[in-house]
């Protein structure tokens, strides 16, 4: 069943587990997976089989639209549809376009948040302003169904769509499948522009999620590219403060620093949840960013996780104390894991989980210069005000209430 609210009516629509800790307290240092037991099931395969229920991306009939009409309106008279509504960026989103007068439809889930802690009350609190339908966007028809009994059509579909886990199942059924039932549902209602959150990581994609997120912007760029009508705006952001924080806490209670090696295989230039909100709704309008791929970053310099230690202690007047990780503990682990899940097909989350833990380990979040094939922070484009120091003096005044990473968590 869906729910959807509007300023001017109610309708009804019928319709794994993995954690890297390292604790000072341990032993041993490291317990870096915790895997719960799950039946059985045979690994998923990718064909063009698994893809033939779904619409095609171009909408019979064609919408008739053109690339800037909607763009000499007034913000009120913009109507843009938001899936992934309810997420970390997109809840700051949806707040950014009320914020700058748009016609918000937000779709959210009927229970949101790490593990379904949020219910529809305090989703309709969180989106303030915004039309909410609850809905399910994985399941296309559902989804239309809901759109339907709205009777609106849209300008632009924004997607802040990501898997809750990076697992290989999830990974396909939101970043590739669930995000183009929106765009198929977006465009059979006159959406021309689709704004896509997608990920700074997916320039070397080794991952399962970075190749779905891939296949639908090439898909995306393609339809663009098809129909001189319809236009995108890709924008890959480097790594949240959220993803950074997760040791704050721990160093003020006088734990050491965890990071692997020496502390500076890789960089990022962090970005606040605000600011990316920000420069993804500059998207809606902007002429300057149709048809691109963005990368952006936060302000500031590109900073290793050395460097962000010291911050750290620093901000708390602590003399620095690291806990220094061979990045071999992860790739022998990870070797473990691909043996077994060979035998054991249910361990192939947890096989996929470990790439992440070292993909993020030794990979920069920053643009992969194509000429030299390094990353550069030079080249990484910077964005907003917020800087990482005053997110780490705020949490430590303030505990990481908001900032929770759930079933992300690293550290």
């Not at 009320?98 to 802690?117: D, H, L, P, Q």
């Not at 249910?346 to 094939?373: Q, V």
């Not at 484009?381 to 992300?408: I, K």
Request: aromatic fraction near 10%; include cysteine.
């Amino acid at each position: 069943m869906s729910l959807c609210y509007t300023s001017n009516f109610i309708s009804l629509n019928h319709q794994k587990s993995l954690s890297l800790t390292f604790s000072s307290d341990s032993p041993r240092f490291i317990n870096l997976f915790s895997v719960k037991h799950r039946k059985p099931h045979h690994p998923i395969k990718f064909t063009t089989e698994r893809f033939k229920p779904f619409a095609s991306l171009t909408p019979s009939p064609p919408t008739e639209t053109a690339p800037s009409s909607y763009r000499s309106k007034s913000p009120k008279d913009v109507n843009v549809l938001v899936v992934g509504s309810t997420g970390y960026i997109g809840k700051y989103v949806v707040r950014e376009l009320v914020k700058r007068g748009f016609n918000v439809t937000a779709i959210a889930r009927e229970r949101s948040g790490i593990r379904g802690s949020v219910d529809k009350d305090q989703t309709l609190n969180q989106l303030r302003g915004a039309n909410v339908c609850f809905s399910d966007v994985t399941n296309l028809d559902a989804f239309e169904g809901s759109l339907n009994s709205l009777g609106n059509s849209f300008d632009v579909v924004v997607s802040c769509l990501a898997s809750r886990n990076g697992g290989v199942k999830d990974s396909w059924k939101i970043d590739y499948e669930a995000t183009r039932n929106s765009l198929v549902a977006g465009r059979k209602r006159g959406a021309s522009h689709f704004v896509l959150l997608s990920a700074i990581c997916v320039q070397k994609p080794l991952l399962e999620f970075q190749r779905a997120k891939l296949k639908f912007e090439d898909e995306l760029m393609k339809l663009a590219d098809e129909d001189g009508g319809f236009s995108y705006s890709i924008v890959r952001p480097t790594a949240f403060f959220k993803s950074l924080g997760g040791q704050v806490e721990l160093v003020k209670d006088g734990k050491p620093y965890v990071m692997f090696g020496d502390g500076k295989l890789c960089a990022c230039k962090p970005m606040s949840e605000s600011d990316l909100a920000s420069f993804i709704v500059d998207c809606v309008l902007s002429e300057d960013k149709v048809n691109k791929v963005l990368p952006i970053g936060g302000p500031g310099k590109a900073l290793t996780p050395l460097e962000q230690g010291e911050m750290l202690f620093r901000l708390l007047g602590k003399e620095p104390k690291f806990l220094k990780v061979p990045i071999g503990i992860m790739d022998f682990a990870i070797g473990v894991l691909d043996f077994l899940v060979k035998v054991f097909p249910s361990l192939e989350d947890a096989a996929e989980f470990g790439k992440i833990g070292r993909y993020y380990a030794a990979e920069s979040m920053l643009l992969l210069d194509p000429e030299t094939g390094e990353y550069s922070a030079e080249k990484t484009p910077s964005y907003g005000n917020d800087t990482l120091e005053e997110f780490f003096a705020r949490v430590l005044r303030e505990g990481m209430a908001g900032q929770e990473l759930g079933e992300q968590t690293i550290f």
